[in-house]
């Protein structure tokens, strides 16, 4: 019995330290707070097609981590890949097939205001007081009918019918028309606040931004609390490349630019020499909010950098008309450093050193074009 | 016939008597009071001829039935030491011989020949013992150099061809194919045997060759036949690093082989020949499938034709003057150009009835025949559609059990709750 007593003590001592160490964790990562869409509706916004293109191509994807090799697509083993021979047009055909592909695969979940406690009374039947001691649920299971427009209500034990909440409404919703992927219950990834954090440090935002599309509806606050989370914890760590060319980049900027935190992102693209980027983003905030003072030129000057191809594609052959468009981006951003940046100083530095490399890629080039016998 | 008999009995009696006399009063000591004056002949076969000629007359052999291969395999008699497990004046007759088979004087006492009563289990000990000695014993080896089957040569490895002058053949390993013997006749010596081998000796990385090689002695031809092999190292080219480059049919003989470019992590599913040529080649995966004679040699000679008839991808795009494109299944089916030729053909150039599959056109448009699958007996059978509908309603009971066990763990459900005497019974 003495034995029995001495092997638990030391056991119950290391439990209470990992419970402590876990919610000094915890504590840290508390620090960051979800800040929720709950005031203005940013639907109409975010909609818009104009944010839509500036959100896509800030995206910048490319197609080989577009069509990266996934582990969610149910496939067990690998295949046999399958070859064909192709002419000229049939293969544009078949890269214009993949390109619409590539886009659905790039759709961004929507951002929508956060949805308001449905507590709408039907009607009170005195009558049925005390007929029964539980509530009784009515789902209106017609097939072809919305989930969010079935009518789902509930007979409470005091005779008022109404209509559910959003929580019973989703769980009867799942119970009858099952999403695949969706849970009842909810993931202890996003219950538990260790295990969050956890995928957090590991850096799985792309995990945990698709599984809260799968689990949570947009307009549900535990699924902006989640994104909101994720979305600060890579600003704070300067994550970005993970999640390009994913279809949560979009909704990140968005984000960021909403809240009014897009400082640094602003900074990773200036350090990236990414400058046209930089435009689109001052225009999106124009779009968003209005505030930046030279907000009209960005726009001009963001409808003349969506025609053009992606920046880093071809970093050493410049045009005269390149060098032009690149250093009309230059004078606009520093305007906006100027009036709107929250770091100007890092931003100033940035930006001095994508001048200096910059002089030097012009010279590289005009130099190239001088020794090939050009003009 | 009665007089005959009791003249007999007159015979056995005597010794019969002194028999049992002795048996029943062993304590009392009457030497020289009965004599037997019955001759007893002592000599006789089994103790003329020392253990080791009787043991050879029993297991030899004569010359011809050695050549028909008489006394080898099952029911061959082997030599068995009748001594082993036996000591002196211990016997069938459990007698005790004080200063023999035990001390003359135990404590105070002055032991005396006595017989004891009979160990039942010793003959059986013995026999077991004599057994033992008789079974087979191979010579094991272990499980990494065991070839294809029991410890013959087939499929074992025999280790890197010996080095030219100062070259050496670093990183190669030779693989047994075959090793048989063959019988010669010769005008003067008659009938004579030889050994002939194959093996395939690689590094793994694209070298790889095989030889045969012919001799008097089994390890002799085996040298012979891994040198040859390393004189005649071939190139190959590996598609991605770990397959071939596409399908293809190959024949030598009456042999076939259809043979598949596999997927990553496929493995190789093929003939064990074959198996071992990719193994030296450095091929990871791949499927084949043998028809027709399944003549070893042939086998080799065939898939190795195969393999160097291959064409790249750039060279299948160029002799059809078209863009090779691949389709992944894990990449969502983005159509990813492999290899493009110089100029492109247009739809209108290419002809009507030219083969562009291209499995078809690499097969040289040969169809593999894919046999039908039948229904499995037992599916046609009415007991078949009752078991269907009977577990019907069990057909998610894992998947449940596995959730319940991952969020509870255990299977529980809210009856469990209401109902708790069922677990504390079920626990019992």
């Not at chain 1, 005779?159 to 969706?182: A, S």
């Not at chain 1, 689990?215 to 994104?227: A, H, I, L, R």
């Not at chain 2, 280790?159 to 693989?175: L, S």
Request: aromatic content about 8%; charged content about 30%; overall charge positive.
């Amino acid at each position: 019995m003495m034995s029995v007593l001495i092997n638990k003590l030391p056991r119950n001592n290391i439990k209470t330290i990992i419970t402590r160490s876990s919610e000094i964790q915890s504590c840290r990562h508390l620090s960051i707070v979800p800040s929720l869409y709950d005031d203005k509706d940013p639907a109409p916004t975010f909609f818009s097609s104009q944010v839509q293109i500036l959100l896509k191509r800030l995206t910048r994807p490319d197609l080989s981590k577009v069509f990266r090799k996934r582990c969610n697509t149910g496939l067990f083993v690998l295949r046999t890949p399958t070859y064909k021979f192709l002419t000229d047009k049939e293969l544009e055909a078949e890269i214009a097939k993949a390109n619409e592909k590539a886009e659905q695969l790039l759709q961004m979940p929507p951002v929508v205001k956060m949805h308001q406690t449905i507590n709408e009374v039907l009607s009170e039947d005195p009558a049925l007081i005390g007929y029964d001691s539980c509530k009784y649920l009515f789902t209106d299971i017609t097939y072809g009918v919305k989930n969010e427009h079935r009518i789902i209500v509930e007979r409470d034990p005091d005779g008022v019918l109404r209509n559910c909440d959003h929580d019973i409404r989703k769980r009867l919703n799942q119970t009858y028309f099952p999403m695949n992927g969706r849970k009842i219950k909810e993931p202890i990834m996003f219950s538990d606040k260790d295990r969050f954090n956890d995928l957090l440090d590991n850096s799985k935002y792309e995990f945990i931004l698709d599984r809260a599309c799968i689990q949570y509806e947009p307009d549900e606050p535990k699924y902006q609390s989640v994104t909101s989370i994720t979305y600060q914890h890579i600003d704070l760590k300067k994550c970005y490349e993970i999640l390009r060319s994913t279809r949560h980049f979009g909704p990140m900027t968005f984000y960021l630019t909403w809240h009014q935190s897009m400082d640094n992102l602003m900074l990773e693209l200036l350090q990236g020499n990414a400058i046209r980027e930089a435009v689109l983003l001052t225009s999106l905030r124009q779009h968003i909010h209005g505030d930046v003072i030279n907000g009209g030129e960005a726009h001009n000057l963001a409808q003349q950098i969506l025609p053009t191809p992606k920046q880093s594609e071809k970093p050493e052959n410049l045009t005269e008309e390149d060098i032009q468009l690149d250093n009309k981006c230059v004078e606009c951003i520093e305007k906006f450093i100027v009036g709107n940046s929250a770091m100007k100083s890092q931003h100033e530095l940035a930006l001095q050193g994508f001048r200096e490399h910059y002089q030097q890629l012009i010279d590289l080039s005009r130099g190239l074009r001088k020794a090939h016998g050009g003009v | 016939m009665f007089s005959k008999f009791l003249a007999f009995k007159r015979v056995v009696q005597p010794s019969s008597s002194l028999l049992t006399r002795c048996l029943n009063n062993n304590n009392i000591v009457h030497n020289l009071k009965f004599i037997s004056t019955s001759s007893v002949y002592c000599v006789n076969f089994f103790n003329k001829l020392p253990a080791e000629k009787l043991w050879k007359s029993v297991t030899s052999v004569s010359n011809a039935g050695a050549k028909k291969g008489r006394g080898r395999g099952a029911g061959r008699i082997r030599i068995r030491d009748l001594n082993r497990g036996q000591v002196i004046g211990v016997g069938k007759i459990n007698m005790l011989w004080p200063g023999l088979s035990a001390p003359v004087i135990r404590g105070r006492e002055l032991l005396k020949q006595q017989r004891l009563p009979d160990d039942s289990e010793r003959m059986e000990k013995l026999i077991k013992l004599r057994d033992s000695m008789t079974k087979f014993r191979r010579l094991k080896l272990t499980p990494i150099e065991r070839g294809w089957s029991g410890n013959r040569m087939p499929g074992r490895s025999i280790g890197p061809p010996d080095p030219i002058g100062e070259d050496e053949f670093v990183g190669f390993d030779t693989k047994v194919l075959q090793l048989r013997s063959l019988l010669i006749m010769k005008g003067s010596l008659g009938r004579t045997k030889n050994y002939q081998a194959m093996v395939v000796t690689g590094n793994g990385q694209g070298l790889a060759g095989f030889g045969i090689g012919r001799s008097k002695e089994a390890p002799a031809a085996l040298r012979r036949a891994k040198n040859r092999a390393g004189q005649k190292l071939m190139h190959f080219e590996i598609c991605n690093g770990h397959t071939i480059f596409h399908d293809f049919y190959t024949a030598f003989g009456k042999t076939k082989i259809f043979v598949q470019m596999k997927n990553e992590g496929y493995g190789l599913k093929c003939h064990r020949a074959i198996k071992e040529i990719c193994q030296a080649i450095g091929i990871k995966d791949l499927r084949a499938k043998v028809e027709g004679s399944n003549n070893l040699q042939h086998i080799v000679k065939a898939f190795f034709i195969g393999l160097l008839q291959q064409r790249t991808h750039q060279q299948l795009a160029e002799e059809k003057k078209l863009h090779l494109v691949e389709y992944r299944a894990e990449n969502e089916y983005y159509p990813k150009v492999i290899a493009s030729p110089k100029e492109v053909r247009t739809k209108e150039e290419i002809p009507k009835d030219e083969t562009l599959d291209f499995i078809q056109y690499v097969m040289n448009d040969k169809v593999i025949l894919k046999k039908k699958k039948f229904p499995r007996f037992y599916e046609t059978m009415p007991h078949y559609q009752i078991y269907l509908k009977k577990y019907e309603k069990y057909r998610n009971h894992e998947k449940i059990r596995l959730n319940l066990k991952t969020e509870y763990g255990e299977v529980k459900s809210f009856l469990t709750e209401r109902y708790p005497e069922e677990k504390a019974e079920s626990e019992s």
